[in-house]
């Protein structure tokens, strides 16, 4: 059987870059896109290479990065703009291979492995996508090149921007096993304590490790981590096909301006379960369940969650669900920072529960007849087509 080709082909600075295709005159200074640029209190969503030189680092307040950088221009998000290029990439990975499977909007693992006859070797097709990526998109990729996906992925890292770097079965000691173990994906800052903890500063330090002393430090997962660091990695590159289900769908919003009551949430999860429910309906799915989740103003994380009898893809009875859960669990002793709410134990198939005489079972099929029909005309205008009044 021959040796895995993988790619990771990894956007740089996407959300940057894209904004700055539309905002040409800014491409020398320094740029960070950001939620909620009038509000001190938002946040840098992604930033180009040279506001990354003055420190300006992801997630940070706007108006610490501005202290960094007094000279940085803020943008807003383009989320439409970011997901037409996303697919835009993903097209042009096609041309290459069938076998894509993305890892956020920006990511993607290919496996070229069926593809070397008719376009080269695994480095030669990287360079291939990364030429096509810069003339048809204006943007530039890193590209990991390995026989697994754990070691591509730390390649496309490795060297940024604009690059291909190749990490062989002969080559992964040197290339790779003196860099920290957080550098090793799956391997984040709670587990890098952890392993820093027993004296596992890099990645070649775990593999010197007991397979014992792992599994009572961190579980299966160390024993993973441990072949991750060998290049044992097997685990294919799955594509997303027409077929493929999502196991739930949600969706939450981080304000510059903080929720203080009740009516807010309400229009917000309304909003929301509108999204969540015409995806539902584009996967044919059902769910039996809802999540909510919210960070207070001080950053505590809470999450509540329910399942039902019945399964619903009615956007006002997943709000209410939603809505009912979070007066239950919370009465704003401090204002909310973010909120959001997720539709889970989705199924395939509608779940009735026999109602008495007093029930709404009427009233809950007249609602769904009526959102299949406003489902129907966003599918067939666009989504801003139609919408609720409350929403408005």
Request: glycine residues 6%.
């Amino acid at each position: 059987m021959s040796e895995r080709i993988i790619l990771h082909c990894d956007l740089n600075n996407f959300f940057a870059s894209v904004s700055l295709l539309f905002n040409p005159t800014l491409v020398d200074m320094p740029v960070a896109v950001c939620g909620d640029t009038e509000n001190r209190h938002g946040i840098v969503l992604a930033k180009n290479e040279i506001a990354k030189k003055f420190g300006v680092k992801t997630a940070e307040p706007i108006f610490e990065a501005k202290r960094k950088c007094a000279e940085l221009v803020t943008l807003p998000a383009i989320y439409e703009k970011y997901e037409e290029y996303s697919k835009k990439a993903q097209a042009i990975y096609a041309r290459y291979t069938d076998m894509i499977e993305p890892f956020g909007i920006d990511e993607c693992w290919l496996d070229v492995t069926g593809s070397t006859l008719l376009f080269g070797s695994g480095e030669e097709i990287a360079n291939k996508i990364r030429q096509d990526i810069k003339r048809e998109l204006g943007l530039t990729i890193s590209v990991g090149v390995s026989f697994n996906k754990v070691f591509a992925k730390l390649g496309s890292d490795l060297k940024k921007p604009d690059a291909v770097t190749v990490i062989t079965k002969q080559n992964f000691k040197d290339k790779l096993w003196e860099l920290p173990i957080s550098d090793l994906l799956f391997v984040g800052k709670n587990t890098a304590n952890k392993l820093n903890s027993i004296g596992v500063k890099t990645i070649g330090d775990i593999t010197l490790c007991d397979d014992q002393t792992l599994k009572r430090l961190l579980g299966k997962n160390g024993v993973d981590i441990k072949r991750y660091a060998l290049g044992e990695d097997n685990s294919p590159v799955v594509p997303i096909t027409k077929e493929s289900k999502p196991k739930s769908v949600g969706k939450s919003i981080t304000c510059g301006k903080d929720f203080t009551e009740n009516a807010e949430v309400w229009k917000v999860f309304l909003e929301f379960s509108e999204n969540i429910c015409d995806t539902l309906r584009g996967y044919d799915l059902y769910a039996s369940g809802v999540q909510v989740h919210i960070r207070t103003s001080s950053l505590v994380v809470r999450e509540f969650s329910r399942t039902f009898k019945t399964s619903t893809n009615s956007a006002l009875t997943l709000a209410k669900w939603g809505f009912e859960l979070f007066c239950e669990n919370y009465n704003f002793a401090e204002p909310l920072r973010s909120i959001g709410i997720r539709a889970i134990g989705l199924k395939s198939q509608k779940t009735v529960v026999q109602q008495d005489i007093f029930g709404e079972a009427d009233t809950e099929s007249q609602k769904e007849i009526i959102e299949d029909s406003i489902y129907k005309v966003r599918k067939k205008f666009g989504d801003s087509s139609i919408k609720r009044g409350r929403i408005v």
